[in-house]
């Protein structure tokens, strides 16, 4: 019979209630960090001398708020997508002081304050992960950085609607915190059985079903898009919309171009 | 309905938690078996179809392997809104990566939210899908989290529209306990660790009562209990990961970050165990679903149901739409292999089936009866098509082990505690304030339940 009575509990961890004092060899599982302290905390506090117990109970009242409930406020990489050579800003605001991890490794990782801000340059897509780490909970997040020519191609697009009749539409922005202002989309493909018209700045180009476009390779990828699709003959508005599942999105082959005067 | 009729006791499961995409989207990828009948995935990682957006940055599913998440992902009713992501009228289903990033406060190139998984690691459901039966349109009935969705799968209606620390309020006699026990309906439920029957207002008496029993004695009643004995109603409840305390199981809820690989165990255990009695399998009919979507993404549409606001209930705004499709499977020797419903069920559906059984007509109640004008079906619906006779074979589940990560690997770092947590450890402290002895007589690991917390910490809501 393959019932759930599985033991449950990791690995022994050895908890120190107060120096000199008492260490317990407790079975803790991580998620139960919390109970099970308190737990010990109880029995251990029962069998210590009466000095010892005034030291445990200092501990006791300093420990969560030392390091209670971590929790990180904010956490931000900015740029997300790069060219090799170029630099990401990170910020983070948080409860407690934090560690920083990259993988891969980077330079510049590793221990920092509970609110602070670092300039790191990874030359491969990195994910980096900001940890608080707290007795009774931690927090972590995680931002992926791409490190532009290791993963080049990028879904774009967004929700489309009908404006007006002839087209169903949808534009969306490319926020410069979001990619280095040197990308350029230097292919534009069309996935979808009809034509697209896709503008950015000045220029306006219709790619038939199926097809690429490299008329957009000089444009920085950074900026307001429009992508559209005419309404054939024999639809509405709305069947055009329920044929393209409401949504309208481009593949671009993103690279490196120069570095425009004033960029990062 | 001959099959209806000769079943004679209901088992039903509640898992927390998965989309019908995240654990049985694979059904009818190419990759996969390719199942033509199924309303899965279809090409997940290149079909535009699929496509969310967060920042104008599109996410495709993608194949996750099964482990514990480093994140619960959200689901509440606000967050829920924005995965559906209605636009022009319609529910785009595009809005899932969005709401991982807003409420984890994660930016990642593969948001778990976009996450399927391969057959490998739902080996039960998988096998549960093949042979017996799988409703593709099973949908959460409420675009909410756990406890309304609970509420309407137990009652009908949903008194509250968010998960909470505080007691669960019931509609007056519309509860799935008061309404067997006046129909004289003997019925029980089996749970592991803390039930989530202790979450709902008034049913200390219940919770402590006989007709709550730990899973463990399960086999044994099985297999001693006659016919006239057994209980026609059996509810059976996983260890929940957001319970305070565990003591002697591994959480098998599917609650993410909690794996799939448990629940699966705990699946298989409940079919071998089942399946032993040939007699009793006869007339046995079992119903596992997940209680809600959790977060994770799915492709179709929710149902255009709108629910009102109950009398007495805390919130005003009523709900549009139910939720998004849950994982549910029926197995049962009247029903053929292969078997795919595709008619549209919500967990009111269980209710609708028992009341064609134990009271002769599908209105279980007004609320219950108001969803089945609304195109809402009965279970019964699926058992149509049933066999005239019960089939002589009874398929071996899955011999290969399941691999259960968070055994091996152990959780991750605990977090900051969900108001599902709070709320499972308010509803163990009710339980042993309102009859310590009994509470830990039946639920033994309670006795580990801290009784002095910290202060309340903020909820999972960054940014």
Redesign the interface.
């Known amino acids: ?6 033991a ?1 509990y ?2 022994p961890r050895v908890l120190v209630l107060a120096p000199g004092a008492f260490a317990a060899a407790l079975w803790v ?8 302290m ?2 010990a905390r109880r029995a251990a506090y029962s069998l210590l001398p009466l000095h010892d117990r005034l030291l445990v109970v200092a501990m006791l009242c300093i420990t ?1 708020w030392m390091t ?2 971590a ?5 931000s ?1 900015a740029p ?1 997508t790069i060219c090799p050579g170029e630099t990401v800003e990170i910020n983070w605001k948080a409860s407690h002081k934090v560690t920083l991890q990259a993988s891969p490794p980077v330079a510049g990782e590793g221990e920092g304050p509970a609110e602070g801000r670092r300039s790191i340059a990874p030359d491969r897509s990195t ?1 980096f992960t900001l ?1 608080v ?1 707290g007795v ?9 950085v ?1 490190v532009i020519p290791s993963q080049s191609a ?6 489309a ?2 404006d007006d009749a002839r087209f169903v539409t949808t534009s ?4 410069q915190k ?1 990619t280095s202002a040197r990308t350029r989309a230097v292919s534009i493909v069309n ?2 059985q009809r034509p697209l018209v896709i503008s950015k700045d000045a220029i306006e180009v219709e790619i038939p079903p199926n097809s690429a476009t490299d008329r957009f390779k000089a444009v920085s990828l950074a900026g307001s ?1 429009i992508i559209r699709t005419a309404v054939a003959q024999n639809e509405t508005c ?1 069947t055009a ?2 044929a ?4 309208l ?1 481009i593949t671009t082959q993103m690279s490196c171009g120069e570095r425009v005067h004033g960029s990062p | 309905m001959a099959a209806l009729d000769q079943i004679q006791t209901f088992v039903v499961v509640m898992f927390e938690n998965r989309s019908f995409d995240n654990v049985l989207g694979h059904l009818s990828m190419s990759r996969f078996g390719k199942r033509k009948d199924v309303e899965g995935l279809i090409d997940p990682e290149t079909n535009l179809d699929y496509t969310n957006f967060l920042d104008a940055q599109g996410y495709q599913p993608l194949e996750l392997k099964d482990g514990s998440l480093l994140h619960d992902l959200p689901h509440n009713r606000a967050l829920v809104e924005a995965q559906l992501a209605k636009a022009n009228g319609r529910y785009t289903m595009s809005g899932f990566a969005d709401a991982y990033f807003r409420y984890t406060g994660s930016r990642v190139s593969d948001p778990p939210s976009m996450g399927f998984l391969a057959p490998a690691d739902t080996p039960m459901s998988s096998f549960l899908a093949a042979q017996y039966a799988i409703c593709d349109h099973w949908f959460a009935p409420l675009p909410a989290d756990t406890q309304p969705n609970r509420s309407m799968a137990f009652s009908g209606y949903a008194p509250i529209d968010n998960t909470k620390p505080r007691p669960i309020p019931i509609v007056p006699e519309s509860f799935i306990f008061e309404w067997l026990n006046a129909r004289g309906v003997r019925w029980r439920v089996y749970h592991c660790g803390t039930s989530f029957f202790a979450l709902f207002d008034g049913l200390h008496e219940e919770v402590l009562g006989p007709n709550f029993r730990s899973f463990r004695h399960f086999p044994a009643d099985w297999e001693a209990e006659s016919a006239a004995e057994m209980p026609a109603v059996i509810f059976i409840e996983p260890e929940y990961s957001d319970s305070p305390v565990h003591f002697g199981w591994t959480p098998n809820d599917n609650h993410p970050p909690t794996a799939m690989g448990p629940g699966e165990n705990f699946l298989r255990d409940i079919y071998k165990l089942l399946t032993k009695d040939v007699e009793k399998w006869n007339r046995t009919l079992l119903l596992a679903m997940h209680d809600e979507h959790g977060g994770f993404f799915d492709h179709v549409s929710p149902l255009a149901i709108s629910s009102p606001p109950p009398p007495g209930a805390l919130y005003q705004v009523p709900f549009q739409s139910t939720g998004p499709r849950v994982p549910a499977l029926v197995a049962s020797p009247w029903i053929p292999p292969g078997t795919v419903f595709k008619g549209p069920l919500d967990h009111t559906s269980i209710l609708q089936l028992l009341a064609e059984k134990f009271s002769g007509t599908p209105d279980y109640n007004e609320e219950v009866a108001r969803r089945r004008k609304a195109g809402i079906q009965s279970v019964s619906a699926l058992l149509a098509a049933s066999l005239d006779r019960p089939r002589s074979d009874i398929p071996s589940p899955p011999a290969d082990t399941i691999i259960s990560p968070v055994a091996l690997k152990g959780a991750p770092e605990p977090q900051i505690e969900t108001e599902s947590q709070q709320a499972f450890t308010a509803a163990a402290k009710d339980l042993l304030a309102h009859d310590r002895k009994r509470a830990l007589e039946k639920y033994p690991e309670l006795a580990h339940l801290p009784e002095a917390q910290p202060e309340p910490a903020p909820t999972a809501t960054p940014r």
């Not at chain 1, 599982?29 to 099970?36: A, C, L, P, S, W």
């Not at chain 1, 929790?71 to 956490?75: L, N």
């Not at chain 1, 009774?136 to 992926?144: F, G, N, P, T």
């Not at chain 1, 969306?172 to 926020?175: A, N, P, V, Y």
């Open positions: 019979m393959e019932m759930g009575y599985r449950l990791g690995a599982r991580k998620k139960d960090t919390e109970r099970n308190i737990d969560p209670g409930c929790q990180i406020k904010s956490f990489v997300s994910r940890k780490p009774l909970k931690s927090d972590q997040r995680e931002w992926d791409q990028r879904l774009l697009g967004g929700i609607r009908c969306f922005t490319i926020e979001d996935h979808y898009w709305d919309l329920e393209v599942r409401a949504r999105t």
